[in-house]
């Protein structure tokens, strides 16, 4: 029994090695030996990754990426704080909104979150038109505004760490401070902020590592602002004329070691979370209801029109305007922007193929999101339920498959894949849809493994054991006893897998093949080239059908479950 939990634990862990941790790898080590990966063997020691400091586009990049992660994890945590304080102490109405909110911002791209503010907030976007308020232009492109753009849009990631840590009610410390004379800030600063810390910290790690590895907001700034990160660098030194291989690693490097402080501090603050305070009288937190609830709901509104309205409200009515610049009027509406989606724009050759990028990325997110839920599934087994030696090398894989961006992960495939020799054995994926399936694996498998590591935590092992003992397999094992019981999640993370698969725009625009298509790349394009009502109702439809099809799938697998239960599984 255990050389077959050796086995599976070995592949599984081999699979995450290839697709995440080699390519990773990869970049690390083309900064002491440029050239390796295209056959030139040399040590240059760490004097390449010293450049940074004297060529001012390097440089730029970084203090750009670090200021805006900083800002914005301080300013989302802030947010994120304050929110979850008020949804976990009062019932008001517009409470459920701000859940669904955090997850739509949550789950969106960045870059299509970012054409709508730039739609908003240029100098002849909406707010200028409709409001004449210059000074919203002016203060969105600075770098403060990037940071309260950037805030407004990661928050989610505090809020729900936030949230998380006020389930127990813990008040009853609190009346004992105030009996002997404490004031109500007194008690927040001395007692809920220290049980709170750990939460707060890693809110704002989450957000920091999201921040500095987002490659959608500088990719949508680059039509009207300059505003250089490591991501875009990035992507810019692989795309420029000549390749500049030495500068994308580099900047990768960076661009890791930032994540791996981040990831460290995340890291610190789980293993010295305090959960002590809970007794056997611990009870669940209980939501009162506020005395001026008309006001929570106003100020809530307020913000979430703020955070969601704009940019999504923007898209939408850009997408109805024949002209952006003539405003919202009865003669400028139009449905023409949706008609040219399925038709070729005249004259316009570089805008054609949205209907077959759309196609295109939903075959590679389908493809990436079955794999990813299988090889998630049997990881989440081998966690769970067995003693492989694998398990600590799948822990530190897992983990940190969270932190590796999308940019970077690019980088490291074009450094692994890209090789001659792969030629005579018949893996030169570089330049072909697989390589974007298994890149879409390797960025889907973080949520397909915890969705299901939830699931597998509520089984007990004694009907495995007792399984093994009969002398079932472990393939056995995880068809016919694991299975059925976990079937809800597996569905749960196939879709999350593909939701989070089909709208990467850092894979898409690093590893696509020539004259291949795909849905993120046409938005992007259409927005570079001003072609902002083709853009927004590309982005539109894209979303509503990407919703649309996860309902309907999870709706049919809801259906299809009862009716395996009625049917007694067979």
């Not at 023409?336 to 295109?360: C, I, K, Q, V």
């Amino acid at each position: 029994m255990k050389a077959s939990e050796a086995r599976w634990g070995g592949g599984v862990t081999l699979l995450l090695f290839v697709f995440i941790f080699l390519p990773l790898l990869a970049v690390l080590v083309n900064v002491v030996f440029p050239g390796l990966f295209f056959g030139k063997l040399q040590y240059g020691g760490f004097g390449l990754a010293a450049e940074i400091f004297h060529r001012p586009l390097w440089r730029q990049s970084l203090q750009n990426s670090v200021t805006l992660a900083l800002g914005a994890a301080t300013l989302g945590t802030v947010i994120g704080g304050i929110l979850a304080t008020l949804r976990a102490r009062w019932n008001f109405a517009a409470a459920k909104l701000l859940d669904l909110t955090a997850w739509v911002l949550l789950i969106a791209p960045s870059f299509m979150v970012a054409q709508g503010w730039v739609l908003f907030a240029s100098a002849d976007g909406l707010v200028h038109q409709w409001l004449g308020w210059t000074w919203v232009t002016s203060f969105i492109f600075s770098p403060s505004g990037l940071i309260f753009v950037m805030a407004l849009s990661k928050f989610p990631l505090a809020y729900l760490a936030i949230l998380a840590a006020t389930e127990w009610n813990v008040r009853q410390f609190g009346h004992a401070a105030q009996l002997n004379g404490a004031k109500p800030f007194t008690v927040w600063r001395t007692i809920d902020l220290p049980l709170s810390r750990p939460s707060y910290l890693a809110g704002w790690t989450l957000v920091f590592m999201d921040t500095v590895g987002d490659f959608g907001l500088p990719a949508a700034l680059a039509t009207v602002y300059k505003f250089p990160t490591l991501t875009y660098s990035i992507y810019s030194a692989i795309y420029q004329s000549p390749v500049r291989f030495d500068m994308a690693g580099v900047l990768a490097f960076y661009l890791v070691l930032l994540l791996v402080c981040a990831m460290a501090l995340l890291i610190f603050a789980v293993r010295h979370s305090r959960a002590d305070f809970l007794n056997a009288r611990a009870v669940k937190a209980a939501r009162s209801k506020p005395r001026h609830s008309w006001l929570y709901n106003l100020v809530t509104g307020v913000f979430l029109l703020v955070c969601l309205g704009i940019p999504i409200g923007t898209s939408a009515a850009v997408s109805l305007l024949k002209k952006t610049g003539d405003g919202l009027t009865p003669n400028n509406l139009t449905l023409g922007n949706y008609r040219d989606l399925f038709s070729a724009p005249a004259g316009d050759h570089r805008l054609l193929g949205y209907l077959e990028g759309l196609l295109h990325s939903l075959a590679i997110a389908a493809g990436a999101a079955v794999f990813s839920m299988l090889i998630g599934f049997v990881i989440a087994y081998v966690l769970t339920f067995t003693e492989s030696r694998f398990k600590s090398a799948l822990q530190l894989f897992s983990i940190v498959s969270l932190a590796v961006p999308g940019v970077v992960l690019g980088i490291g495939y074009i450094f692994i894949w890209n090789q001659k020799w792969l030629e005579t054995v018949g893996l030169h994926l570089y330049g072909t849809p697989a390589l974007l399936v298994i890149a879409g694996i390797a960025g889907a498998i973080p949520y397909a493994v915890r969705v299901q590591l939830g699931a597998f935590g509520n089984l007990s092992g004694t009907m495995l054991r007792a399984a093994a003992i009969q002398g079932a397999g472990i393939f056995d094992r995880m068809r016919h006893i694991v299975l059925p019981l976990v079937r809800q999640s597996l569905l749960i993370a196939t879709l999350a897998s593909f939701g989070t698969s089909i709208f990467d725009l850092a894979l898409a625009s690093m590893l696509k093949p020539a004259n291949y298509s795909l849905m993120p790349l046409v938005i992007d394009r259409a927005f570079e080239f001003s072609r902002y009502g083709y853009a927004t109702a590309a982005t539109v439809v894209s979303c509503g059908s990407v919703v649309l099809l996860i309902i309907m799938l999870q709706t049919a697998g809801r259906l299809w479950f009862r009716r395996l239960d009625r049917s007694g599984g067979k």
